[in-house]
């Protein structure tokens, strides 16, 4: 156990401990203080501090305990997986809406990386503990193809194809309403939110992101798009179709007031563990023997209201 202990001084007014802690110490977040002060690992002038947001003045003297890091570990689960392909090099898996790529800080089980590591048992070691094989990623309310590697040759050879842009995506998605022109190209730059770090915004200091469109029918106050990312920004498709006024049915974080909760489209996914994309396609070079390969992920049961919008 690591212990700290910190004398107020030179502080103008009353701070929250856990912003005085998070800006005073190094390699360690807010997040991360509040963590420790739940656990009863932060005392002040020698008395347990049980809430987050209590202030601390000059004079005051502060003790933190820090025990040390947990090693990371990820299990293999026995979660089912449909498999599109796979041979010594890479695995192609269609990935339902709803299941997280990989652990992170607050999901520890239940990812498509513990489901790997059960069905696969080899895969590359360059994304760490919490990413082996992951090349790319998804957002866990997208479903569709997504491709890992099994060793490190496989997955430096991938990525080198992602960051060159010669990875050939194709979405689904079905939306909220129509446009008069059926194609087009967003190239507008996006960045994280400004004041809500969980979302993506266009911000014109942000990264290039392009992303083409093209409409291919309308109905029931929706329309059904292919989507071809030309970069891969996080939230990408998600951002630039509420631009153009046409959002994700379902996609509660990028919408439009008037679409919330409202239409056949929107009470058709009500129940649904994701958003209504879907990653389509996904051509490549296979990073060993160089051959074209093209997966294609079949469409959830759900997006078979597309029948019904366009009969």
């Known amino acids: 156990m690591k212990i700290i202990e910190l004398t107020i001084e030179n502080l103008q007014q009353p701070l929250r401990i856990d912003k005085y802690i998070s800006e005073s110490m190094d390699n360690i977040s807010r997040n991360r203080v509040q963590q420790l002060i739940k656990e009863g690992l932060v005392c002040i002038n020698s008395k347990l501090v049980k809430r987050v947001g209590e202030k601390v003045k000059p004079g005051d003297r502060l003790i933190i305990q820090i025990p040390p890091p947990k090693p990371d570990v990820v299990l293999p689960e026995p979660i089912d997986l449909e498999i599109l392909y796979e041979d010594e090099h890479i695995v192609g898996i269609n990935k339902p809406a709803g299941l997280t790529v990989h652990p992170t800080e607050r999901i520890k089980t239940g990812t498509l990386v513990n489901a790997l590591l059960y069905h696969v048992k080899n895969l590359s070691g360059i994304g760490g503990v919490l990413r082996p094989g992951i090349v790319h990623r998804l957002d866990r309310v997208t479903s569709g193809v997504l491709v890992a590697a099994k060793h490190d040759e496989a997955h430096r050879c991938l990525c080198e194809q992602f960051k060159s842009r010669r990875i050939q995506k194709t979405y689904l998605a079905i939306v909220h309403g129509s446009m008069a022109k059926t194609t087009g190209i967003v190239d507008l730059p996006i960045g994280r939110h400004p004041t809500d770090r969980k979302r993506m915004a266009i911000l014109p200091d942000g990264r290039k992101s392009v992303t083409r469109y093209k409409i291919l029918r309308t109905g029931l106050g929706g329309s059904l798009v292919e989507v071809y990312p030309l970069t891969g920004r996080t939230h990408q498709i998600r951002v630039h179709l509420k631009h153009l006024g046409i959002p994700i ?34 051509c490549f070079e296979h990073p060993v023997d160089k051959r074209e390969i093209r997966l294609v992920a079949p469409l959830p049961e759900r997006f078979g209201i597309i029948q019904e919008m366009y009969p």
């Open 249 to 282: 049915v379902a996609d509660s974080v990028y919408t439009l007031k008037k679409y919330i909760g409202r239409g056949e489209l929107e009470r058709w996914f009500e129940t649904y563990p994701g958003i209504a994309l879907h990653a389509r396609r996904l």
